[in-house]
Structure formats: C-alpha cells, structure tokens
C-alpha cells in the first residue's frame, strides 16, 4: 500500500516562513493536496494539484512536488495558521492515502 | 451555500451497528462523487470508502471492507455509511467530503463530522 510520511511538529515564528514536506514513493508523479485542520474544526482544502489555491485560500499558502517530496509553504505565517496540516495523494491500490498530519505551531 | 451535514453518530456496544447520514445542499449531489473520512480521537484521517455519482463504483478501505456498506439515494441528496459489528478501534469522527477536482482527487467541502463511540 501507498504511504505518504510528514514530521509530526513544526514550529515557526509569527511572519516568518513556514515549510511542511510530505514524502513519499514517487511522489512528484501523482498530484497533491493539502488540508488545514484547525482545532475542533473539519479539515479545509487549501492547496491542489501539487500548487493551486481554492478561492478564498490566501496567497500566503503555496505548495510544490518533486521527486519523493512535496511541500506545503506558508509565507508570513500568522497566528490563525496554528492548525493540523495534512498531505493527500490517490493511490490505484490504497485509493485516497493522507499523511499522518504536522501539527504547526506559530 | 455549498454544505454536507452528517448525522447518526452516537454510543454504541462492540458487535453493534450504526447507520451514518450525510445530507449535501448548495449544489447537484447526483454529479458529485463522495467520500466518507473518519479521524480517531488525537489522530489523523483515515479514508474509508467512495462511491461515484450512480453508485456504479465503489471502494472500500481494507479496514472495513466487509463490515461498512456505502450508499447514496440522489433524490434525497443523501449519502449513507451502514456500520456493523463495530469494534472500539472504529471509535472516531466520521466525515463525508465531496470529491472536488477529478484530478488531483481533493476533496471539498468536508461535512463537521458526526461521532461514533464504540464502547461497552
């Protein structure tokens, strides 16, 4: 089965830059999504197709996928970022496969 | 407004059974493809099964194949998770989230969830 791996914590400082990777085997030959889970709320789709912005996502959010790793970056990172990330790929066998989530800490 | 609202969770003994609901307004639920997701308590998500726009095509996850049956009913915009013999390891919030690119396979919007306690 397809697994997708992220690190469970990041830390960054308010304005600064925030990296999240995902990796996984080949993973720059399938498209990614990423989610934003705020506590105690539902996920929210937040990046597609490796780099695309739902509307009403803002532009401080962009996303990459190369090789074994993608990667969810957070420009100008603000307090309201705090959230669980999780990465998602499709996968012929596993179907939908999710990362196990990085919780951000600003 | 595009919204997916879940229902039917509650407390329930091992070896029971539970039907979840999932009502979709705001757009044509007979074009979309739909998705249950659930998420244990502390951990992250774990898709469970898909069913396509005719109920055609439906997959399940090794982890309740066999056990969880999925459903829609168009007419009523409503998307349906028969959950028997439950054991505690299905203890979670379960989420039904529309497959919102064909692509990338994203899913968009996700339900708030319902809660499902398997315990004696």
């Known amino acids: 089965s397809y697994e997708l791996t992220q690190p469970p914590s990041v830390s960054v400082s308010s304005g600064q830059t925030a990296s999240i990777i995902c990796s996984g085997d080949?993973?720059?030959?399938?498209?990614v999504c990423w989610y934003q889970q705020r506590p105690g709320q539902s996920p929210v789709l937040v990046i597609y197709q490796d780099n695309k912005r739902p509307s009403g996502i803002p532009e401080r959010f962009s996303g990459s996928n190369s090789g074994n790793t993608a990667t969810l970056t957070i420009s100008g990172t603000q307090s309201i970022d705090e959230a669980d990330y999780y990465c998602?790929?499709?996968?012929?066998?596993?179907?939908?496969?999710f990362g196990g989530g990085t919780k951000l800490t600003v | 407004e595009v919204q997916l609202v879940e229902s039917g969770g509650g407390l329930v003994q091992p070896g029971g059974s539970l039907r979840l609901s999932c009502a979709a307004s705001g757009f044509t639920f007979s074009h979309s493809n739909i998705n249950w997701v659930r998420q244990a308590p502390g951990k992250g998500l774990e898709w469970l099964s898909y069913?396509?726009?005719?109920?055609?095509?439906?997959y399940y996850a090794d982890s309740v194949r066999g056990r969880f049956t999925i459903s829609r009913d168009n007419a009523k915009s409503s998307l349906y998770l028969q959950m028997n013999s439950l054991r505690a390891e299905d203890t979670a919030v379960y989420y039904c989230?529309?497959?919102?690119?064909?692509?990338?396979?994203?899913?968009?919007?996700w339900g708030q969830g319902t809660l499902v306690t398997v315990s004696s």
């Open positions: 069913i396509s726009t005719t109920g055609s095509t439906i």
């Open positions: 080949k993973l720059g030959d399938r498209y």
């Open positions: 998602q790929a499709w996968d012929s066998d596993t179907i939908w496969v």
């Open positions: 989230a529309r497959v919102w690119d064909s692509s990338s396979y994203a899913l968009d919007p």
